[in-house]
């Protein structure tokens, strides 16, 4: 086999090609927020990478030079979008927040490397999706560059970050609070440090399942202990951007039920939902918000049941008006559970279920 002429090599044409792309899908962004490239750069690397907090980690993870850096946080900090805070420790480490008029750049950032992403990969299947970006963080392992670890250990989670924002923001609101806490998931993922993990107190990702016969004339439902009603089934993302398989999970888990299926895999409803101080494990828990994502899920419901009794104490089929009267949370069933009865009129059951 001829050895490859290396000035017309694939990696090095798409290193141009991927540079212009990108430009073309941010340049609304810095132009619409009066930012610099660099700017931009700043702002999204300490969104996505909390951890990393310094002028000194970014210069070293972004291949950026310190002076471009040391310039953009200087302008960012002027313009109210960053907050700088000497460590306790070390007077001359200086830590980098974003601030809440920094959350809207970031949304309209990450909307913008979500189209990058999309144009990239939208004729990869999702196996070829994740096989790329198991080469490429190999390649880039085999760099060996300082600090270039951090920048890339998790691609194949960024990756599942930015699908689920891309799926929010194409989300279509059925309804006033629909497009209301739309709105509200999306400001949450530019503005939350780790907005799937319960150590964002005051709000984080939880995903449930609205899991249906296929006749779609059942609804199966748990006795919930904590909250002492019927509900439907669900759990928090611990980490897991993946929100279609958490649901996926959570719902195998609380009911015994193995053969489920995603009806399409996508977005069945979004949900804020409040959640009152508890105590749980023997610790408390204050207050805070469940941002809830949603999935339509099919299950012959001639499978057998199991309950989860660490947290459920029973699981039962229900025909849609019996899903309504069954559970004590009357704002569940009149915001949440009507709601998502009444959406399965754009979702028919399939010709071999009605008969």
Known sequence: ???????????????????????????????THALTRVDLDVLLFLANHPASDTAAEIVSQCSLTKSHVSGAVEHLTS???????????????????????????VLDGRAAQHRFLEVLTRSLSDEDRHELLRLMARMLDSVGQPGQGAATEVPIQRDASH????????????????????ELMLRA??????PFSRA???????????????????????????YDSWAWTGGHADGDADLLAVALREAREETGVEALRPVDGGIYSLESLTVDGHEKHGAYVPSHLHLNVT?????????????????????????????????????????VYRKLNGKLAAYPAPKEAEN
Request: with cysteine; aromatic share 6%.
């Open 1 to 31: 086999m001829p050895a490859m002429n290396e000035s017309n090599h694939p990696l090095l044409t798409a290193r141009h090609l991927l540079r212009k792309l990108y430009a073309r899908e941010i340049s609304g962004v810095t132009d």
């Open 79 to 105: 313009r109210g979008l960053l907050e700088q805070r000497r460590d306790s420790q070390n007077r001359r480490r200086v830590h980098l927040s974003l601030t809440e008029q920094a959350s809207p750049i």
């Open 163 to 182: 699908a689920l924002l891309g799926a929010i923001a194409a989300f279509k609101p059925s309804c006033p609070q629909e497009e209301a806490d739309r």
């Open 189 to 194: 993922l530019a503005g939350l440090r780790t």
């Open 200 to 226: 964002s107190l005051t709000a984080h990702f939880t995903a449930s399942a609205w899991i249906v016969n296929p006749a779609r004339t059942k609804v199966l439902m748990v006795y919930h202990n904590l």
């Open 295 to 335: 999935y339509l899920l099919e299950a012959d419901d001639t499978q057998p049941l199991r309950v989860k009794p660490d947290e459920n104490s029973g699981v039962r089929w229900f025909t849609l008006e019996e899903s309504l009267r069954a559970p004590s949370e009357r704002w569940m069933v009149e915001r």
